[in-house]
């Protein structure tokens, strides 16, 4: 049997990554890892969170939350309170983000749904079911009076499928 070609999902040792290129791939998604566990951090644990990156050319990356006024001011002064005006832009900005969280939960439920309807229809039009998922559109006018007369008495149009 060959060996691996690939390194796979390994554990990366924390040393300098030597090549450049591979080292410029690495920061573009650990950068996107450190984002998502700090908006992770502030959807479960409400809190206010700053964090600044430079990548290796030089380019500054930030993430704050709720805004860098909000943060910076903390950082300065922890112990006074934030202005009227900062504090209703976190306000603000806490919402914001409550409601995109509550829209990409809706999203997701619907692609869940979507997904699963789409199985169902596969699996149906496999065993022959799928007359009942016909557009009306598609038959004339004596099969929709056959199907509605059909619909009337379920008994008689299982004995003529058998």
Same mark, same amino acid.
């Given at each position: 049997?060959?060996?691996?070609?690939?390194?796979?999902?390994?554990?990366?040792?924390?040393?300098?990554?030597?090549?450049?290129?591979?080292?410029?791939?690495?920061?573009?998604?650990?950068?996107?890892?450190?984002?998502?566990?700090?908006?992770? !951090?502030?959807?479960?644990?409400?809190?206010?969170?700053?964090?600044?990156?430079?990548?290796?050319?030089?380019?500054?990356?930030?993430?704050?939350?709720?805004?860098?006024?909000?943060?910076?001011?903390?950082?300065? +002064?922890?112990?006074?309170?934030?202005?009227?005006?900062?504090?209703?832009?976190?306000?603000?900005?806490?919402?914001?983000?409550?409601?995109? +969280?509550?829209?990409?939960?809706?999203?997701?439920?619907?692609?869940?749904?979507?997904?699963?309807?789409? !199985?169902?229809?596969?699996?149906?039009?496999?065993?022959?079911?799928?007359?009942?998922?016909?557009?009306?559109?598609?038959?004339?006018?004596?099969?929709?009076? +056959?199907?509605?007369?059909?619909?009337? +008495?379920?008994?008689?149009?299982?004995?003529?499928?058998?």
């Amino acid at each position: 049997m060959e060996g691996k070609k690939t390194r796979g999902r390994q554990k990366i040792p924390m040393k300098k990554i030597e090549s450049e290129d591979d080292r410029y791939a690495t920061f573009s998604k650990r950068r996107l890892g450190l984002y998502k566990k700090a908006s992770e !951090l502030v959807k479960l644990c409400h809190v206010d969170i700053g964090i600044v990156l430079f990548s290796p050319t030089g380019k500054p990356f930030s993430f704050f939350h709720p805004t860098p006024e909000a943060i910076i001011d903390r950082f300065f +002064n922890p112990n006074t309170q934030l202005s009227e005006s900062t504090r209703l832009v976190a306000a603000n900005a806490r919402n914001k983000v409550n409601q995109l +969280n509550n829209k990409r939960e809706v999203f997701d439920n619907i692609k869940e749904i979507t997904s699963a309807h789409a !199985l169902l229809l596969d699996k149906m039009k496999e065993s022959g079911q799928e007359y009942w998922w016909e557009s009306i559109e598609q038959f004339n006018a004596d099969e929709i009076v +056959n199907a509605s007369v059909e619909g009337d +008495n379920p008994p008689a149009r299982i004995q003529a499928r058998e």
